[in-house]
């Protein structure tokens, strides 16, 4: 990616100074990152490729917090709204995504392509006579790309395993922590698709909220969020595979009540 000066960094802060990552940090953070992505044969993803440099050299408790600030800087830089700015003061988009094998980080490359989440239901108190009416699925509607709907998940970060990857990505996600949500025990669904030529593995759990009163906040990653039954759920979701993730949740919930 070509350097983007300082005077440059200036001029899209004055005009987009809403595209901040978070208080205190702005585009220049962006343009200051996006600059040192070069075009590297062979790699998924510019941030799991930062991962895994941080990783190994940062064997202490700040890793996590700069693994974090990279993941804002990436989402950020997803955003069309943020590619259409650095394109025109830069010429160019941020390089985050390329593909992937690189020597012996088949650990990195499993993290890259692999995502966990929680599929979140709550209950309808007396709603309808029909318990299968009964129950909502709760989707989030991303703020980047096609803007599709799923349940909250994201990538596998370094050290974590599947469930606290889940766990964690529906609080920075939903706002949700573990004690607003019961797992239920007996359901995980684990989806295998393609992402640009390469495989990936996507894992749900499935959780009960314990309050329908809790209050879900979105993250910057996600515009909006719906309470749905089944068959719109299915609709909203549009790809196959979670359809039938969430026709498989639902038909385990309905077993589970009869029994």
Wanted: proline content about 2%; hydrophobic content about 35%; aromatic content about 6%.
């Amino acid at each position: 990616m070509n350097k983007i000066d300082e005077e440059s960094g200036k001029q899209i802060l004055e005009e987009d100074s809403s595209a901040s990552i978070g208080e205190g940090e702005t585009l220049d953070n962006i343009a200051e990152a996006s600059s040192m992505l070069t075009t590297i044969q062979h790699m998924h993803c510019a941030v799991h490729t930062l991962q895994l440099a941080i990783r190994d050299g940062l064997k202490d408790h700040h890793a996590a917090t700069v693994i974090g600030k990279l993941r804002q800087v990436t989402v950020a830089g997803r955003a069309p709204k943020t590619d259409a700015i650095l394109k025109r003061h830069a010429g160019k988009g941020a390089i985050l995504d390329q593909t992937t094998h690189w020597g012996g980080t088949c650990l990195m490359i499993n993290m890259a392509l692999r995502a966990c989440g929680l599929i979140i239901y709550r209950r309808l108190s007396q709603a309808s006579s029909k318990p299968e009416e009964n129950i909502q699925f709760l989707l989030l509607q991303t703020s980047y790309g096609r803007h599709h709907w799923t349940p909250p998940k994201g990538h596998v970060d370094p050290g974590e395993d599947d469930l606290q990857t889940a766990l964690r990505e529906t609080e920075e996600e939903a706002g949700l922590k573990s004690m607003d949500f019961q797992i239920i025990d007996g359901f995980k669904k684990e989806l295998q698709y393609e992402v640009r030529s390469q495989p990936k593995t996507v894992v749900y759990w499935l959780a009960e909220l314990r309050d329908n009163n809790i209050e879900i906040c979105l993250s910057k990653e996600h515009q909006a969020y719906r309470w749905l039954g089944l068959e719109k759920a299915c609709q909203l979701s549009g790809y196959q595979d979670m359809q039938e993730a969430l026709r498989e949740a639902h038909s385990f919930l309905l077993r589970r009540k009869q029994n």
